[in-house]
């Protein structure tokens, strides 16, 4: 009995898992495929790949509006982002790590928080400190919000890491003579790597998509990054299906690219996060 | 823990910590406590002078269009949200179940799955909209073909079914979050214990409902939490599908685009003044701490506050 129904049980899973792989490709693959048709293939031919494979409508998305632009400042927004989230949080957890101080336990929770705190429910405040600080509408304030939202989940991933690092490794480098500071940089920096590029990989993916804070934060075009420019550029031109498509496929490409590049790394990080918790 | 160094040599450590303390201060923490006390006064403009009390609650509680606005947008993503976490969790747990286990392609699909969440839910959003968009009808071609003409309906058009459509897709796209995580806590399942079950006699819903549930709990409260503070705030699928005023007639008004138009809109765009914004803000960022709090409980989890 049980076998009968376990094998009923295990047909209708494999069914279930072959309509989920399905479901994921089919969007995906159909946003690419229609970017690189004409806009008449795209009604005569909507299901088909398409006749002649070209590149019209991304040269046409590149010709009518500042794409280069839009790319270039959400290249920089995520690179300096990234960067500086890596330096500020692994300072921060070589500290609360190694060293026990007035407070210590506190400010490690108090960072933590941050995972579950909702930051888009600052931006009122946010907007205003922008104001006051002349960032308004320049992307460095793009800059500083993700730094603040990536420090939580810096900390998170980083201290851990840096607490199962042997003290005898900082014993041994203090007996020769090593200060706290060079400590940080000659032992604890080439030993947590991995964890750096684990912080550095998850946090990409929000950076680069983020759409509310540039929505509120940014107004020239060419502060625009990519997603403000894919809301601009569809509701522009929302009838021409071909151009669209390419917008559409032009935001999602280089996260699509970066993950499978990166998918193996990305998995690790992320389901370590999830067993800590 | 204790430290061999010298107590004179301690003065790099307020050094590495100030960047972090103050950036995530001044960007993160205030600015919340910031629209707390701007939600006690009113007035035009980005700075709001004058002070009015719980004014500014009083006229979102019990004035139209305020109350209405606000309740539609909180009944809504209360529904959203009860849609998303039914079908990421249980749809999640299920294809978790299946992938945990070793067939040729198991490792491959992991990695599948979890392609759609890194993309933005902006452009999925606006590709989804395509999908369905009458005009171009790819959907509705794809029913004809299927014989279900009598489907092809204006979805995102109808009330009672945009708000369901927006929740699917979302789902759609996060589901390889809570398969990512259900995996991982499968995997870390100790494998004597499953080999014992089997061994016992255990068919597979006795070892999912005896073995690998009790296990994952703190798995699903982490997932059910991030797809709550998630849903308590998402804007970017309701402006992509039905325009930051949640059409059609507020039916997909969620928190997050609720938030947006009262604080940044013009008034004629729904804008009702940084005061009520942040009025609007305080609201949602205490129904979502009560909310962590609750599920925090109810998962018995050690939470993230006590994670050592």
């Known amino acids: ?277 | 823990m204790v430290k061999s160094y010298k107590k004179k040599k301690r003065y790099f450590i307020p050094l590495f910590l100030a960047a972090g303390i103050i950036i995530y201060t001044a960007f993160l923490v205030v600015p919340i406590f910031n629209s707390m006390i701007l939600s006690f006064y009113s007035g035009s403009g980005m700075t709001p002078s004058e002070f009015t009390g719980f004014g500014n609650y009083i006229k979102l509680f019990t004035q139209f269009p305020f109350k209405e606005r606000f309740f539609g947008a909180f009944g809504n993503t209360v529904k959203f949200f009860l849609m998303v976490t039914l079908i990421q969790n249980v749809l999640g747990f299920v294809i978790a179940i299946m992938v945990s286990r070793k067939f040729a392609g198991s490792k491959i699909f992991r990695r599948i799955s979890f392609l759609p969440t890194t993309l933005s839910v902006l452009a999925v959003g606006f590709l989804f909209s395509l999908i369905l968009n009458p005009i171009w009808g790819f959907f509705d071609k794809i029913l004809e073909a299927m014989g279900l003409e009598f489907l092809i309906k204006p979805w995102l058009g109808i009330p009672l079914t945009a708000l369901p459509i927006l929740a699917i897709v979302v789902s759609w796209q996060f589901m390889g979050e809570s398969v990512l995580f259900y995996t991982a806590g499968i995997d870390a399942i100790d494998s004597e214990v499953l080999e014992a079950a089997k061994i016992d006699g255990a068919g597979l819903l006795a070892e999912v409902r005896y073995i690998i549930l009790p296990s994952i709990r703190p798995i699903i409260g982490i997932v059910t939490i991030l797809i709550f503070v998630g849903d308590f705030t998402q804007f970017d699928i309701v402006y992509a599908m039905s325009t930051s005023m949640g059409n059609p007639s507020y039916s997909t008004d969620l928190f997050g685009s609720l938030f947006y138009r009262t604080a940044f809109s013009s008034l004629e765009r729904g804008g009702w003044g940084m005061g009520m914004g942040a009025a609007v803000a305080t609201i949602i960022f205490l129904i979502v701490s009560v909310g962590v709090l609750f599920w925090l409980y109810v998962f018995r989890m050690k939470g993230v506050s006590q994670s050592e």
């Open chain 1, 1 to 277: 009995m049980i076998k009968i129904k376990d094998g009923l049980l295990k047909s209708l899973l494999s069914i279930i898992l072959i309509i989920y792989a399905v479901s994921i490709f089919f969007p995906i693959l159909l946003m690419l495929l229609t970017s690189l048709k004409g806009n008449r293939e795209i009604f005569t031919n909507p299901y088909g790949l398409p006749h002649i494979f070209n590149l019209d409508n991304y040269i046409k998305l590149i010709k009518i509006s500042n794409y280069l632009v839009y790319f270039k400042n959400s290249i920089i927004v995520a690179v300096t982002s990234i960067f500086l989230i890596l330096i500020i949080s692994s300072l921060a957890s070589f500290v609360i790590a190694k060293y026990r101080f007035m407070g210590d336990r506190f400010l490690y929770f108090y960072f933590i928080a941050g995972l579950i705190i909702p930051i888009k429910l600052g931006t009122i405040g946010i907007l205003k400190t922008m104001i006051t600080l002349h960032l308004f509408d320049n992307i460095a304030s793009l800059v500083i919000v993700n730094v603040a939202m990536g420090i939580p989940f810096g900390v998170f991933v980083l201290t851990d890491f840096i607490r199962m690092i042997p003290e005898e490794l900082s014993n041994s480098a203090r007996i020769d003579g090593c200060s706290e500071p060079k400590i940080f940089y000659k032992i604890i920096v080439p030993l947590i790597r991995p964890a750096l590029a684990a912080v550095a990989i998850i946090n990409f993916i929000p950076i680069w998509n983020d759409f509310w804070f540039p929505l509120v934060l940014i107004r020239s075009d060419n502060m625009k990054t990519i997603p403000l420019a894919t809301a601009l550029l569809y509701g522009q031109y929302e009838t021409n299906f071909g151009l669209i498509f390419a917008v559409l496929s032009m935001a999602s490409l280089p996260v699509i690219i970066f993950y499978l590049i990166l998918s193996r790394q990305f998995i690790k990080g992320l389901a370590a996060g999830a067993l800590k918790g």
